[in-house]
């Protein structure tokens, strides 16, 4: 089973796009997991309901409001033009910026669930044991909620792997650029051609259930 | 004559909405043609009484759906090849195909200063990205390239984004991301002017006809009402219609 | 030796806390009350995991007023809550020096080797929190709070989790601790045993209020509690012999471990006579 060179590429793109959302997204979901986890302001419901949005919409809707976003005559264009980087839509970038935006929730809600786990008393018992709420937060909070990171780790780099609505609306299918795994495989049906479709499928399936198995074989069993 | 037989159909098929033999077809529409079936639609359920139901989409993947047994009656798609495919694998009623609109390729800007008659935008790059339908899927992607190729201009790849559908393509071209587009002229053309923006229309010469070939599935061989729309498609008064949006007949 | 002050008038939500109190810069202060008295309410906020309006300081060092807060974290104290709240993913040695790396003028090792064996921790340090039992955990929380070197250490009603099994296994060692803390210990309890058997100070609250301030004896017998301490002398299945106020007293059917100190409770009755518990 042999693949086109062009499937490798779109092979690749689809890796280095799901590694560096996930990383993003870590940076990122972390403190609004531990806000959203904490907080008793009024804001937690209407900022979780946003944040839950990107699961609800379908991906097309949100692939077409970020073209117009971040196209010429909307904000976010116009601010990434501003800043002097140009235009995102139709960039490797520009899918970042979605895949960050549509894998949001799946990473920031097994987190906030990890740490609403963790309940008040150890994060206070380290308080009392001289630790600042940062040194808490290594401390204490990352050893008791790793399944936590682990799960929205997973989640988040599997949904950007089978992105496809939102990376076809935002991503023009530049080869090389933007043409990820799934949009290959869906030009392969397109044209009638199933034996390609077939074998780039297979490698899909097969890389992405070794990577869930990696991480899932090595969870603790509930006692 | 048209309203002869606009009065036989209503004659022979009651008022509209209350006749018990109203009935109904399942329409699969190229997404270019989608605005100009709903109003065409709208005037043979008006005449008729028979509802349509409508799907607008990339001709391809209706291709796909109707082999895999989609409950489709008729087809209106963006080429004349994939009719042609559906009655040989039998899933279309021979000799029931004909050209119900020839499309008319445009490239356009929403920009209304970017594309003059000569097209000087084009020839000399001066775009970020020109936008153009995926040409294994959409007819009107094969006669950009065509086109392109006749004008003898070429265009790297990393400039070349592809829309999945005529319509993304316009999509791509109507937000500005892509400065140019090669669209359908029936996108941007409404009662014989343009809606906005700026286009050249491209002369037939420089590419393949665009036939677009309405057909028959068979799964409505028995459905009086997919018949009656086909006829309809061939009214005079529905050829203007279909005019009207840019398409020659 | 400084004292501990706390000045704390605020209302919230049906329930209030109005008090002035001076604590003893030495020994066991007890804060006892009935549930819902404001007793670990209190504590807390001398720890600062409470935040409320309040005066809070520390002989001449303010650790809380109308215009500062000191975080908890950066106040001179040790915590020992009611079920130890030892870090589950961390062995008991492990969390002793959680803390002992944090603080500025931590136990040495020295020290510490004396304190674990004080506590007669030893055996258990290389434990995690789950095969610890709840008295073993206690002890080590008791410890990790002590490596600190708090100027004042603070306990929930650390026995009040435990079976009555435990909570015997538990009280000779924080009377052994007694004697040897040079700072003061806040010990919240609803036990009026624990109360008579560790505290050199008693405070007693009551909806948010002090209705007591003073010495344990007079306190408890305010209370219309009276507790007098005994020793058994002998002991076997059919009860034990003991010593008390001078005097020796045999109590049938009571079984006691002979050596041990026991706490007898008196208790008023309006007619005047006096049941005894043990």
């Known amino acids: 089973m042999t693949l086109s060179a062009d499937d490798w590429t779109a092979l690749a793109l689809t890796a280095q796009l799901a590694a560096l959302v996930t990383l993003i997204l870590f940076v990122l979901g972390t403190p609004l997991a531990w806000w959203l986890a904490r907080t008793t302001s009024n804001w937690r419901g209407p900022v979780m309901a946003v944040v839950a949005l990107p699961i609800v919409l379908p991906p097309t809707v949100i692939g077409f409001y970020l073209l117009i976003a971040l196209g010429p005559n909307g904000p976010g264009g116009q601010f990434t033009q501003a800043i002097g980087i140009g235009l995102l839509p139709f960039t490797f970038w520009g899918l970042v910026v979605a895949s960050v935006i549509y894998s949001l929730p799946f990473m920031v809600q097994p987190l906030q669930a990890a740490f609403e786990a963790i309940g008040r008393r150890p994060l206070e018992s380290a308080a009392t044991l001289r630790a600042s709420p940062l040194d808490t937060f290594f401390s204490v909070v990352v050893p008791l909620s790793w399944p936590g990171f682990l799960t929205a780790g997973v989640l988040a780099f599997a949904h950007t792997v089978g992105e496809f609505g939102v990376v076809l609306m935002l991503g023009g299918n530049l080869a090389g650029e933007t043409r990820v795994a799934s949009v290959q495989l869906y030009d392969y049906v397109e044209a009638f051609d199933y034996a390609g479709a077939h074998r780039l499928a297979a490698v899909l399936m097969v890389f992405s259930f070794l990577v869930l198995l990696a991480v899932y074989a090595r969870r603790p069993r509930a006692a | ?249 | 030796m400084s004292a501990l002050q706390l000045s704390a008038h605020w209302a919230r939500g049906g329930f209030d806390l109005d008090l002035d109190l001076d604590l003893p810069a030495r020994g066991i202060t007890a804060l006892f009350g009935h549930s819902g008295s404001g007793k670990t309410t209190l504590l807390r906020l001398v720890a600062g995991l409470e935040r409320a309006p309040a005066r809070i300081a520390l002989g001449s060092e303010v650790w809380q007023d109308a215009q500062h807060f000191l975080p908890p974290h950066r106040r001179p104290i040790g915590f020992v809550f009611q079920d130890a709240a030892l870090f589950p993913h961390l062995t008991a040695r492990a969390n002793i020096e959680f803390g002992r790396r944090r603080a500025d003028a931590a136990m040495t090792d020295a020290e510490l080797a004396h304190l674990v064996e004080l506590l007669g921790i030893g055996p258990l340090l290389e434990r995690k929190p789950a095969r610890l039992s709840g008295g073993e955990a206690q002890r080590v929380a008791i410890a990790r709070a002590l490596a600190l070197k708090p100027r004042v250490l603070l306990m929930d009603e650390p026995l009040a989790a435990l079976d009555d099994r435990r909570r015997a296994e538990i009280l000779p060692y924080l009377e052994a601790l007694h004697g040897e803390l040079a700072i003061p210990l806040l010990y919240v309890t609803h036990s009026t045993e624990e109360v008579a058997r560790l505290a050199d100070h008693l405070v007693v609250l009551e909806s948010g209020r002090v209705i007591w301030n003073g010495t344990v004896a007079e306190g408890l017998a305010a209370q219309g509690i009276q507790h007098l301490s005994a020793r058994v002398l002998h002991a076997d299945d059919a009860g034990c012999c003991i010593e008390i106020a001078g005097q020796t007293l045999d109590l049938p059917g009571v079984r006691a471990t002979a050596g041990d100190t026991l706490a007898l409770k008196f208790a008023s009755r309006a007619d005047g006579t006096l049941p005894a518990e043990i």
């Open chain 2, 1 to 249: 004559m048209h309203r002869l037989s606009a009065l036989m159909f209503a004659l022979g098929l009651g008022l509209p909405g209350t006749s018990a033999h109203a009935g109904e077809v399942a329409l699969a529409v190229a997404a270019n043609f989608l605005e100009p079936a709903r109003v065409i639609s709208a005037a043979f359920t008006r005449a008729t009484g028979h509802s349509v139901h409508i799907s607008g989409g990339a001709t391809g993947k209706f291709y796909a759906q109707i082999v895999n047994g989609a409950p489709f009656d008729v087809l209106l798609a963006a080429d004349d090849e994939t009719p042609a495919r559906l009655i040989a694998g039998k899933q279309a009623v021979p000799g029931s195909a004909f050209t119900y609109a020839v499309g008319r390729l445009a490239l356009w800007s929403a920009d209304d200063k970017k594309v003059d008659p000569a097209a000087t935008a084009l020839r000399n790059g001066q775009f970020r990205f020109l936008a153009v339908a995926n040409p294994k899927t959409a007819p009107y992607g094969r006669a950009a390239l065509e086109t392109l190729k006749s004008m003898q201009i070429d265009v790297p790849d990393n400039k070349r984004v592809v829309g999945e559908s005529i319509a993304q393509t316009w999509q791509f071209a109507a937000s500005g991301n892509a400065e140019l587009g090669f669209v359908a002229l029936s996108q941007i053309w409404k009662d014989g002017k343009l809606t906005r923006g700026s286009a050249w229309v491209v002369p037939d010469s420089l590419h393949t006809p665009i036939r677009q070939d309405a057909v028959l599935l068979t799964r409505g061989q028995n459905n009086a009402a997919a018949r009656a729309l086909l006829d309809w498609m061939k009214q005079p008064a529905t050829q203007r219609i279909i005019q009207s949006y840019g398409y020659g007949t």
